[in-house]
Structures are given as structure tokens and as C-alpha cells.
């Protein structure tokens, strides 16, 4: 069974900085593209950044380039999403997600808030 | 970036009822589109890949059409259950883009 858990989530002031993770189990991790999407309170779906299975290649939403880097731990079938600068706009709840054709898995998502 | 232009951004529909949502994208993606459906509090879940492909599980009242530029979800007789939002997502190339959304409100 895939599971993707999230973690690292909570609140901080603007300007903080954050570091998700996201614990893949049950495929092969390695092998696949994985992808932070967020949602801000009450508003749409926002893709942030996309990492290859090996590590060697990562994208990034306008939005988040030059703040967030994507990283991943294939060892540890971790994700990672190192947040900095942080403003009031990247207040969402962030989700890890394994897309890849017809397999589509999204974790539960971690809060993230950013305030003064 | 490929812009994903969606509409409507809401309906208001009844039970029974057909219902169809489209997506444009600025330029070309083939056929790379799924079709997402969400409720409150949940994550996305995915009801149609490839434009036009059905996901396993999902009721077969769901269908996807379209490639290029132009894509539909067309729902055949709306359920109670079916009240959620809609979003398209274009994956051809990066950065992945969402369409704005679809809320299908109880008339």
C-alpha cells in the first residue's frame, strides 16, 4: 500500500524559514518524480516544485524560485522541501503527491502558517 | 509557463443533471491533462488521466475528452456525492499548472 506522511508543518513569522518532509512506503521511491503541491486557505491548488527520481533535476513554481528547494533522501524514501524566506502568502497546507499516469497519490498534507 | 484557463469557476446544478467543465491551455500539451475532484478537508483525488482516460474506481458517469488545447469533464447525471470542486492539471511539461477550479454547488 503507497502511504506518503507529511511532517514539518506549523507557524512561523515572515521571513522564517521551514523544512518539510514527506516518509514514502510501498513503491519504489528511487524510481519516480515526486511533487509538493499547496492550497491556501478557502483557494485553489498550486503546484510548488517537482524533483526526479535520482535527485538530478528539480523544478520550480515562479512563485517559490529562489526561496524553496526540493530535495530528496532515496536511502530514506524521503521528500524534502526547504522553505525560506517565508512570506504571508505561503500559508497553505502543503501536500506531497506521486503522480505518474494512472498512479496518483497524495499525502495528508502539513499545515504551514506564516504570521507575525 | 502553460496557462490552464478553466470555466466556469462555479455551477449551480441538480441532482440528475448533466454537467460539463472545460479547460484551455495556452498552448498545446496533447493529451497530457488530468481531471481532479476535491471535498472540504480532503486531498485531491483523481478521476480522469491522459484527458480521457478513467481512473480505477471512479464511476464510469465521468468521462474526459479533448487534446491540444481544448478539455472537458462532462459528469452524465450528477449525484449527491458529486457536489466538490473541479481542477484540471496540466502536466506536459514543467511547471505543472492547475486550472482555477470548478465549484458544483446543490441548486
Known amino acids: 500500500e503507497v502511504q506518503l506522511l507529511e511532517s514539518g508543518g506549523g507557524l512561523l513569522q515572515p521571513g522564517g524559514s521551514l523544512r518539510l518532509s514527506c516518509a514514502a512506503s510501498?513503491?519504489?521511491?528511487?524510481?519516480?518524480?515526486m511533487s509538493w503541491v499547496r492550497q491556501a486557505p478557502g483557494k485553489g491548488l498550486e503546484w510548488v516544485s517537482a524533483i526526479v527520481g535520482s535527485g538530478a533535476r528539480t523544478y520550480y513554481a515562479d512563485s517559490v524560485k529562489g526561496r524553496f528547494t526540493i530535495s530528496r533522501d532515496n536511502s530514506k524514501n524521503t521528500l524534502y522541501l526547504q522553505m525560506q524566506s517565508l512570506r504571508a502568502d505561503d500559508t497553505a497546507i502543503y501536500y506531497c503527491?506521486?503522480?505518474?499516469?494512472?498512479?496518483?497519490?497524495w499525502g495528508q498534507g502539513t499545515l504551514v502558517t506564516v504570521s507575525s | 509557463a502553460i496557462q490552464m484557463t478553466q470555466s466556469p469557476s462555479s455551477l449551480s446544478a441538480s441532482v440528475g443533471d448533466r454537467v460539463t467543465i472545460t479547460c484551455r491551455a495556452s498552448?498545446?500539451?496533447?493529451?497530457?491533462l488530468g481531471w481532479y475532484q476535491q471535498k472540504p478537508g480532503k486531498a485531491p483525488k483523481l478521476l480522469i488521466y491522459t484527458a480521457s482516460s478513467l481512473q480505477s474506481g471512479v464511476p464510469s458517469r465521468f468521462s474526459g475528452s479533448g487534446s491540444g488545447t481544448d478539455f472537458t469533464l462532462t459528469i452524465s447525471s450528477l449525484q449527491p456525492e458529486d457536489f466538490a470542486t473541479y481542477y484540471c492539471l496540466q502536466d506536459h511539461n514543467y511547471p505543472w499548472t492547475f486550472g482555477q477550479g470548478t465549484k458544483v454547488e446543490i441548486k
Open positions: 498552448q498545446g500539451i496533447r493529451n497530457d
Open positions: 503527491a506521486w503522480r505518474s499516469g494512472w498512479r496518483d497519490f
Open positions: 510501498g513503491f519504489t521511491f528511487s524510481s519516480y518524480a
